[in-house]
Nanobody
C-alpha cells in the first residue's frame, strides 16, 4: 500500500525559507516522476513541479521557477521541496503525489493516483 507523508510546514515570515519533506513507502518508485502540488484557500490545486526518482531530473511550472527546488534522497525514500524567499501568496497546503506507473510526467491533478495528506505553509507579511 503506497503511503506518502508530508512534513515540514509551518508559519514563517515573508522572506524566509522552508524545506518540506515527503516520506514515501509501499512500493519501489524507480523511474517514477513524483510531483509536488499546492492548494491555497479557495483555489484549485496547483502544480509545482516533478522529479524523476531515479535520475533526479526535475521540471517546474513556469511560475515556480527560481524559488522552488525539488530533490530526493533515495536512501531515505524521501522527497524534498525547498522554498526560498517565501511570500504571503505561497500560503497553501503542499502535497506530494505519485502516479500509478513509472515514466509518466504529469502536470495535472488527474495524472497522479497517490497523494499525501498535505502540510500547511503559512507565510506572514
Amino acid at each position: 500500500q503506497v503511503q506518502l507523508v508530508e512534513s515540514g510546514g509551518g508559519l514563517v515570515q515573508a522572506g524566509g525559507s522552508l524545506r518540506l519533506s515527503c516520506s514515501a513507502s509501499g512500493r519501489t518508485f524507480s523511474n517514477y516522476n513524483m510531483g509536488w502540488f499546492r492548494q491555497a484557500p479557495g483555489k484549485e490545486r496547483e502544480f509545482v513541479g516533478t522529479i524523476n526518482w531515479s535520475t533526479g531530473n526535475t521540471y517546474y511550472a513556469d511560475s515556480m521557477k527560481g524559488r522552488f527546488t525539488i530533490s530526493r534522497d533515495n536512501a531515505k525514500n524521501t522527497l524534498y521541496l525547498q522554498v526560498n524567499d517565501l511570500k504571503p501568496e505561497d500560503t497553501a497546503v503542499y502535497y506530494c503525489a505519485a502516479p500509478n506507473a513509472p515514466l509518466r510526467i504529469g502536470f495535472t491533478v488527474g495524472s497522479y493516483r497517490y497523494w499525501g495528506q498535505g502540510t500547511q505553509v503559512t507565510v506572514s507579511s
